[in-house]
Every structure is written in C-alpha cells, then in structure tokens.
C-alpha cells in the first residue's frame, strides 16, 4: 500500500522522532514512504540512496502476512532467522546476520523498548503480532555510532498506527482460529493540517500448545497492547506531542524437562510502560530536535511455588540539531543522556555524536557517523559509521558500510547470580557491500555479502561452573564471527501475479565451535495474486537447513520447509475476510530442540477500514 507524506523537515522530524534536515532544505517536498527510509540516516533518506541495507514493510504487507507472531513474518526476509521455546508467548528470538536479540536493540514510536532486565537487555519478540502498526523499517549491520551500543547487529523500528487522511479515520479486526485462538484490534485517529492523533488497542488470546515438545499440557497465553501518538504544529516550525505505550502479557511455559509437575504452575507475566513527549522546531537554518522517554518493564516468573521478579527502566533524554552547509552538505549533532536500572543496580551512558551526509554528485551519497560514549561502568569509547551509495546507471545501486561498535556487558551479566563483575565489554567490527538492480515498478534484485567480528563475546555455558556464584553455569567471554551471502529479490509478472524470494547463507562460528541455532542455508519462496474480482492470495515456502541448537555442538537439528499461505477476498473498499492458515502441509519441525511448533492451524478473520 502506498502512502504520501507531505511535509517539512520539522513535521518529518516528528512524525518519526528522529531529526531531519532544516525545513527550508525539504519543504514541499513529497515522499512515498515505501520508497524512503526514516531512520537508517539521521535524514530521510530515499531507499536507493542510503548506504545501509534497510527492510521496509508497510501497513498492507502486515496485514496480510499468514503469520500469527510477527516475528516469523521478518523470518522471510533476507538475513533474518527466528527461534521460539515453544508458541506464542514463550521466549522468541530474532537474529540478524546471525547476531541475537541482545545486539538488535527495538524501538516502538522512537522509544527503546528492549528489556533493561533480560540477560542481553534484548526484545523478547514472543507476543508481538502486527495488530497496530503502520511500518516496520529493520536496519542491518552495526549502526552502534547512531543508536548506542548495543545496535551491533542492526535495529527493529516499528510505527503504531497513524491516520493518512483528513478527518477521524481507522481500522478494525478480529480473528478466530485454532487452539481457540482469538484476536482482536481497532486502531483510529484523527489528521488535520496541525494536529495528528493515532490510537491503537489490540487484543490476543491462546489456548496455545506444549512449550515442549514432549510435553501434552498446553501452554496459553494472552496480551493487551494500546498505544496513543499526539502531535501538533504550533507554527510552521513547530511541533510538539508525545506517545505512550502500554502491555499487559500473561503466558504459560514448560520447564526443561517437560510439564512440569501438577499443577503446571509455570507462568510468566509482564507489565509494560512506555512514554516519550518530544517537541521539534526550527530556528533560522537549524532544525532542533528535544525528547525524553522512560520504558518500564516488570515481568514475574512463576515455578514450582518459587516468584523470581524482573524489574528494569530505561531513561532517555536527547537533543539534536541539524543543519546544512551547502546543497550537498547535511550535518546533524546531538547529545544523549540514557540511565538504566534493573534489579537494584544502575548503570548510565553520556553520548555525543556527529553525522554527515555528503552529496558530492547526483549519483553518490556517503554517511559518516562518529560517537563518543562516557559510561559510568567502563571505560569511554569512540565509535564510527561509514555508508556509502553510489548510482551505476541502469537503475543499479552500489551499497557499502563499515563500522564498529562496543557493547559493555549488561547489568544482569555483571550482577547476577549467573553473571560475572570481570566481564569486559564486547567490541565489534562489521562490513557489507551490495549491488541492486531495479526493474522499474516491477521489482528489483539485491545480493549483498556482510561480515561480523566480535571480540569478548558474552555467552552462558556450562562450561564455565566454577569461576562464578551459580553451580549451573554462568557467563564468559569467546570471540564471534559470522559472514555470508544475501540474496533477494520481487518481481510482478503482471497486474496478478508477483513472487518473491530470499536465500541467506551465513557461517557461525565462535572460537569454540559452531553459534547455536544460525541456520547455514535459509530460502524463502513466496507468490502473491490480487484478482480483479477481490480475491487475494499469497503462499510461503521457508526452507532451513545445517543448523545446531546450541553453542559448540556437532550434532545437527533436522532441515525442514515451512509452508504458510492465506487467502482475502474485499467485499467492499474498505471491508475484507480472510483465511490463513500456518503450516499448511502439518509438518512435525522444531526451531530450537526440544521446543514445540504449531501443527497445521487455520484462522479466519475480518478487517475493514472506515
């Protein structure tokens, strides 16, 4: 679906929460928003023309993916993998280029909503469905110089609703299917020529199934989410608003052995709270950009009579200015202050960064980014961004990043009974190069070869028993590397008919032996149909194969190919029923051992705009 904007920098700027350059530069300008990203560079950017490899999903693609946890619809595309300890709800991870959810860091309306209690100050993806949001933009490489730290791998940004026309407007769903699964969302705003306003509730509920794949017990699970975006232009030059964030989860889970004994009392709960107010204004050729934002997080577990709580927060203040000197020249500066508490321990980080886009010529676009992190806990650290693109001719695109990043150990490493005080931060090295070929409205091809180097990386191991508290096991340091080879690429044969496909090859390996759950060879095959009498089709084929499951082991996790499809048809304009269906062929697969997937399930559903 595509989707206009209409605006100066000042209105981009916050609309997104992230600066762009000074209005007078971009006013009157018009984006189609599917074919720029917002947050790969401090400026809007045109997708063609920035340096680093960006996915992009809007409202339609979302909303249509036959998958139930959003996660698995980013699992189809290039370079990205996803392993869940059993269904929705349970732990869930993304990777990036091999790279997990601790160097993936989230954010949800330009708060930071990765968990500040979790082993790896990760996003546990395990509840997210797509119910609620109107863009999605994944970021691949190091982008450490832009977000901070912990971005070592790449980062999610993830939109909540926003209304595209004048007037109230919004949309509406529920859903039903099997395991007495349930859905439900509305999201409306409001949009006029000052004001913009876009609320969301979404609803799921699940009986669900075995955590464990031996188990027979099934493990439910159930969240609310709502989210509110304000904005309002005091002057042509001015905005200001804020946004909230609220999720409310319960979900059932298995021991390592099984159920569990009676009266299967493995629950885990989460409270969390987010809010952000920002305001953006411009001053002679300086656009300025202020924010503050807190995210909450309380998750309880409950085991065999035992309560081990999780509490975390995550502060952060940031300012930026951006300016231009010369056609060709944008800069943007800024400051960060982020303090971060999690089971009674504190640790805070004062950075300062620098970022350049230069033009030199119509075909060629760099980005330079430097940053400077003061940590209260380790030593301080510079570290760096350089992206480049660069126009071929013949609608090709030459892309290039190099960066490093610097990831100190997270609070619950350093002070849990399972962690260690002696832990050295993790620094990182990463490179990619591309090539892309587009084919006009048709499509396009994209191969792309990255590398990651990871020195003092982090891990848990039983390996390790003895140099700490727990007799378990617990956290030490090994080095990581992971490189490989992405290849994409869509193309419409005609108005009906249009596929898809993706294949990552990526090598694992840590000085010890192989990366858990990285699979070698991942493809993705996918045809789309939209009829001219209203109905739609799509179908799926996720092939996975040469995989571990855990650190340094030799033994391999069966191959397995994933079929997914579901099938729409518009009784109006604005109304439409579906039917998707998850496994289609019930194949008997798991992402990690010893942890239960979905069998065949079918859900039925309608959505409609107004």
């Excluded at 042509?236 to 021991?255: C, H, K, P, S």
């Excluded at 709270?273 to 204004?281: K, N, Q, S, T, W």
């Excluded at 960066?403 to 002070?415: C, H, N, V």
Aim: with cysteine.
């Amino acid at each position: 679906m595509k989707r206009t904007l209409l605006a100066s920098a000042a209105m981009t700027a916050l609309t997104t929460g992230f600066t762009t350059a000074p209005a007078p530069a971009l006013a009157e300008e018009t984006y189609d928003l599917d074919a720029i990203t917002l947050y790969s560079n401090e400026t809007a950017t045109e997708l063609k023309r920035s340096g680093t490899t960006t996915e992009v999903l809007v409202e339609a693609e979302i909303e249509k993916a036959p998958e139930t946890k959003l996660a698995d619809t980013f699992a189809r595309l290039p370079g990205v993998s996803v392993t869940a300890n059993g269904g929705p709800g349970t732990s869930t991870t993304l990777r990036i280029r091999g790279l997990g959810a601790g160097y993936v860091p989230v954010y949800f309306d330009g708060i930071d909503v990765s968990d500040p209690a979790s082993s790896g100050n990760g996003f546990d993806w395990g509840g997210m469905t797509g119910t609620g949001l109107s863009r999605v933009e994944i970021l691949k490489g190091s982008q450490s110089a832009r977000y901070g730290a912990t971005a070592v791998g790449g980062v999610v940004n993830l939109e909540s609703f926003r209304p595209t026309k004048d007037g109230f407007s919004g949309i509406a769903g529920t859903e039903y299917g099997t395991y007495n699964s349930k859905r439900a969302n509305l999201s409306f705003g409001y949009l006029d020529e000052r004001t913009e306003i876009g609320f969301s509730l979404s609803r799921f509920d699940t009986d669900g199934f075995s955590a464990r794949s031996a188990g027979t017990e099934a493990d439910g699970y159930t969240e609310t989410r709502g989210s509110l975006f304000f904005a309002y232009d005091l002057t042509d030059t001015a905005r200001v608003g804020f946004n909230l964030l609220a999720i409310d989860a319960e979900g059932e889970f298995d021991e390592f052995t099984g159920d569990g004994a009676l009266p299967y009392d493995e629950v885990n709960t989460r409270e969390s709270v987010g809010g952000r107010i920002f305001a953006d204004f411009t001053t002679g050729a300086i656009a300025h950009s202020l924010s503050y934002a807190v995210f909450d997080t309380d998750r309880i577990s409950y085991s065999n009579g035992f309560t081990t709580p999780f509490n975390g927060r995550r502060q952060t203040a940031e300012y930026t200015a951006a300016f231009n000197t010369g056609v060709t020249t944008d800069w943007t500066v800024g400051l960060t202050h982020t303090k971060e508490t999690a089971n009674g321990f504190t640790a805070t980080t004062d950075s300062a960064f620098v970022e350049l886009a230069y033009a030199p010529t119509e075909a060629l676009d760099i980005t330079a980014t430097l940053r400077y992190d003061d940590l209260s806990n380790f030593d301080n650290k510079v570290t760096g961004r350089l992206a480049l693109a660069y126009q071929l001719g013949g609608d090709m695109t030459l892309r290039a990043q190099a960066a490093t990043g610097y990831k100190p150990p997270t609070l619950y490493q350093l002070t849990s009974v399972y962690g260690r005080p002696d832990l050295l931060p993790e620094e990182s090295t990463t490179f990619e190069v591309g090539l892309e070929k587009r084919f006009g409205d048709r499509g396009f091809a994209r191969a792309t070869a990255f590398y990651n180097d990871i020195k003092n990386n982090i891990v848990y191991s039983g390996a390790y028993i003895g140099t700490c508290a727990s007799a378990w096991g617990c956290y030490g340091q090994t080095d990581l590397k992971t490189k490989g080879v992405e290849l994409s690429g869509e193309y419409a044969l005609n108005d009906i008919w249009t596929i898809t496909g993706a294949y990552t090859y990526t090598d694992a390996v840590r000085s010890t032996g192989r990366a858990g759950r990285v699979p070698k060879h991942d493809l993705n095959i996918g045809v789309d149909a939209a009829f001219a009498n209203g109905i739609n089709a799509f179908a799926s084929v996720n092939y996975l194969a040469d995989r571990v499951d855990l650190d340094d082991a030799t033994v391999a996790l069966p191959n397995y190919a994933l079929v997914n499809a579901g099938l729409s048809y518009d009784l109006s304009a604005s109304a439409a029923v579906y039917l998707r269906i998850e496994n289609l062929l019930d194949k008997d697969y798991e992402t990690a051992g010893g942890y239960g997937t979905p069998g065949r399930s079918l859900y039925f559903g309608i959505r409609a705009s107004f």
